[in-house]
Nanobody
Framework: QVQLVESGGGLVQPGGSLRLSCAAS????????MGWYRQAPGKQRELVAT???????HYLFSVTGRFTISRDNAKNTVFLQMSSLKPEDTAVYYC?????????????????WGQGTQVTVSS
């Protein structure tokens, strides 16, 4: 079994910063792409940032230059450093990890989601 635990959300004023973390635990071989998504009330979930196993990153245009995704492979953890936060960044943030596991028929990769953490940007 694989479990993801997110932390770091909260209430912050516009222009402030927050750092989200998502740690994976359990039985698996390795973690491929790690990503952060967000869902605001009444809106669809959207991709915020991803980082591949070789460190290649991709960002939603509206967060480019303000958010930084990183990973610590030794700790099976992905981070999202958010700066210059805006009210429109308010949402529940979810991590998604593509994890390589070993099964009876061989290796396989599956997506796992974190439980979500609320980020509220308001004065």
């Amino acid at each position: 079994q694989v479990q993801l635990v997110e932390s770091g959300g909260g209430l912050v004023q516009p222009g402030g910063s927050l750092r989200l973390s998502c740690a994976a635990s359990g039985s698996f071989i390795s973690i491929n792409t790690m990503g952060w998504y967000r869902q605001a009330p009444g809106k669809q979930r959207e991709l915020v940032a991803t980082i591949t196993s070789d460190g290649t990153t991709h960002y939603l245009f509206s967060v480019t230059g303000r958010f930084t995704i990183s990973r610590d492979n030794a700790k099976n953890t992905v981070f999202l450093q958010m700066s210059s936060l805006k009210p429109e960044d308010t949402a529940v943030y979810y991590c998604k990890l593509n994890i390589l596991q070993r099964g009876a028929a061989g290796r396989y990769a599956s997506d796992y989601w974190g439980q979500g953490t609320q980020v509220t940007v308001s004065s």
